[in-house]
């Protein structure tokens, strides 16, 4: 069964440090979207892309954020300087089409900042 | 307004109990309510979903109530088992009008004891 996998598994970075965490999505998926969960609380939504472009970001996604599908399987989350309070599980996640269907969330990648 | 309220936080209930988790929600142009279920060190996936346009959906023992009037909407888990043990998480969406962000509840701890 088709899955979105996420690379790498568990980051550690120091404060201030570029981190690019990365995710495969489902092949034939056209919707993109990275949330976070920081430990013990709810998960958040963070960004959609659709068609190269930002479709909508939430206020956690400043400018210290970015996203990027460089080719026609990765799409990644660059964070350019990263704090203390980055620290969570990013889930990526896929969705094949508009207005409706399921979205399928990747395992994870767990960032620790120090 | 873009909340969803979910309660308990935590359940514990009897191997072939019912276990129901709560959740609510404010803003109107809701219209997808999935819920998720989470496994330690795993993604979100989806257990069952519903649209307003239903007042329940059942698929094998989960089902889902949804009350329009109330924008309540909860999870039933008929003949819980162990391996039902995980954090649920309900969510919405808006979808018909094309903000398809998922805004997650504070998830529910479930524990089915032998």
């Known amino acids: 069964e088709p899955e979105v996998t996420q690379t790498p598994s568990h980051q550690v970075t120091q404060m201030g440090q570029e981190v690019i965490l990365r995710c495969v999505p489902i092949?034939?998926?056209?919707?993109f979207y990275w949330y976070r969960q920081i430990l013990g609380q709810k998960v958040e939504f963070l960004v959609s892309?659709?068609?190269?472009?930002?479709?909508?970001k939430s206020e956690i996604f400043d400018d210290q954020f970015s996203v990027e599908r460089p080719d026609g399987s990765n799409f990644t989350l660059k964070i350019r300087s990263t704090k203390l309070e980055d620290s969570a599980m990013y889930f990526c996640?896929?969705?094949?089409?508009?207005?409706?269907?399921?979205?399928?969330f990747g395992p994870g990648t767990r960032l620790t900042v120090l | 307004q873009q909340q969803v309220k979910q309660s308990p936080q935590s359940l514990i209930v009897q191997k072939g109990g019912i276990s129901i988790i709560n959740c609510a929600y404010e803003?109107?142009?809701?219209?997808?309510f999935p819920w998720y279920q989470q496994f330690p060190g795993k993604g979100p996936a989806l257990l069952i979903a519903?649209?307003?346009?239903?007042s329940e959906k059942k698929e094998g023992r989960f089902t889902i109530s949804f009350n329009k009037s109330a924008k309540q909407f909860s999870l039933h888990i008929m003949d819980s088992q162990p391996g039902d043990s995980a954090t649920y998480f309900c969510?919405?969406?808006?979808?018909?009008?094309?903000?398809?962000?998922?805004?997650f509840g504070t998830g529910t701890r479930l524990t089915i004891i032998p």
């Open positions: 803003n109107t142009a809701f219209d997808y």
């Open positions: 892309f659709y068609n190269n472009e930002i479709s909508e």
């Open positions: 996640a896929s969705r094949v089409v508009a207005g409706g269907g399921e979205q399928f």
């Open positions: 092949s034939n998926h056209l919707y």
């Open positions: 519903i649209r307003p346009d239903v």
């Open positions: 969510a919405a969406s808006a979808w018909k009008f094309g903000n398809e962000k998922l805004t």
